[in-house]
């Protein structure tokens, strides 16, 4: 951007009541601690805004990213150019009428699934311990082997390229595993709804604390990760058991390190790279062809 470009935007920013940084490094802003500085984030206070600065990027020509908690990407290291729009944080309103839920895109997974708990509503366990927004969680179809958004997912407010918001409902969104029509279409989610089933809170919280505990033992949840790095490829067979029986566990490079709890995650240890961590997936997908036969798919988005 150009310093008029940069006072352009900055302008936006103030008029909306948007946060706005430049040159912050994506680091900060993703669980696996990687990347360089983004130009420029912008923290939209509300869907207006989100249409706002799509409208001025579209115009100005400028690159435009959507970032939720940064649980599942791996930025590059020499950072991004144009606007990223950060929603954790910003759009985080939700509504709960009777069973259903509406939240907005930035909302945190695992404190929708504690209150829903609290609640009586059974639905959101399986993301209790995915450290994703709404709106990544969506996109991806996030969950765990025994359910994921998608089953109580009933429909998505998105923004178009064309600045256009439309409604797509469930048989609309192409759900498979960790993919969604969104992973191959251009548009930002902006709000969902869910239609949770009521259930005993004691129960809906003891399964929320067993799939927690689950995690707890065979994850390292202590360590900056994306969490899985590779899809399934098929449903019955984990790419972790794969990729242990490849000899994955262990495998370092610079400060990326597959983890030794579970192959299927790659640990940064201090100071780990970008570079590093797609020279470890590339290492991890290679052994597993040669060992299995299998192609890995990478879960984790890549900028």
Known sequence: MTEAERQEVAELAADLGAELRFQQPLAELTTWKI??????????????????????????GWPLRVLGNGSNLLCPDEG??????????????????????????????????????????????????????????????????????GD??????????????VTWRRDELALGHRDSRLRHEAGIVLA???ELRPDDP??????LA??????????????????SVFRRPAPDV????LLEAAGCKGLRRSGAEVSSLHANWIVNLGGATAADVRWLMDEMRRRVLAAHGVELIAEVAVW
């Open 192 to 194: 969902a709804t869910f």
């Open 238 to 241: 984990p790419p972790g058991r």
């Open 80 to 149: 991004v150019a144009g606007v990223v729009v950060r929603l954790a944080g910003a759009l985080t309103h939700t509504r709960l009428e009777g069973a259903r839920l509406t939240a907005e895109a930035g909302a945190f997974l695992p404190r929708l699934a504690r209150e829903t708990a609290a609640a009586g509503l059974s639905g959101l366990e399986c993301v209790g311990g995915v450290p994703g927004t709404v709106g990544g969680g969506c996109l991806m179809n996030a969950g765990i082997p025994g359910g994921t958004l």
């Open 210 to 227: 067993k799939h927690l505990e689950y995690r707890r033992r065979t994850q390292p949840l202590n360590q900056p990760t994306c969490g």
């Open 152 to 165: 109580v997912l009933d429909q998505l407010r998105v923004l178009r390229p064309d600045r256009s918001v």
């Open 35 to 60: 990347g360089g500085p983004a130009e420029a984030v912008f923290s939209p206070p509300s869907e207006a805004a989100v249409v706002a600065i799509l409208a001025l990027a579209h115009r100005a």
């Open 202 to 207: 004691h129960d809906v919280e003891a399964r």
